[in-house]
């Protein structure tokens, strides 16, 4: 899946990576960071995110000319690992009507079958939704 991929413009898909944004999710078709405060997730998951976040910053080189080159392949094994495992957990509290697109070396996309663990951040997701229906 790539920037040409259909999932990366759809409204109920949440992209998730890190970019400089305070934030590792991303949505709506305009791929808006969100903050973390406004999605409801469980704290246990949003303190997750920050650490699967700053694991991707620590994981980088600071050589000149390299900024963006991870320091080992184990690092970089283990952020994508983790990705997957929080975008099952950010899948899962917000339900099947939404999907969770990792983007890293490779994008995937995760979507539960079942109805959402957090129905309060189900209906945040929504809410942006909306919002987003709005603003276009």
Do not use: C
Not at 46 to 69: A, F, I, M, V
């Amino acid at each position: 899946m790539g920037e040409d991929d259909p999932a990366s413009d759809r409204d109920d898909v949440v992209r998730l990576f890190p970019d400089y944004a305070d934030s590792t999710l991303w949505f709506g078709p305009t791929h808006y960071p969100v903050d973390y405060a406004d999605t409801h997730l469980t704290p246990e998951l949003l303190s997750d995110l920050e650490r699967w976040e700053q694991s991707y910053y620590d994981g980088l080189t600071d050589e000149p000319g390299r900024d963006l080159d991870w320091r080992s392949a184990d690092l970089e094994t283990a952020f994508e690992a983790e990705g997957r495992r929080l975008a099952q957990l950010v899948a899962a509290e917000l339900g099947s009507d939404f999907g969770v697109q990792l983007v890293t070396e490779r994008e995937e996309l995760f979507r539960s079958a079942a109805q959402a663990t957090n129905p309060a951040a189900a209906d945040a997701f929504r809410r942006f939704q909306r919002e987003n229906d709005e603003w276009n």
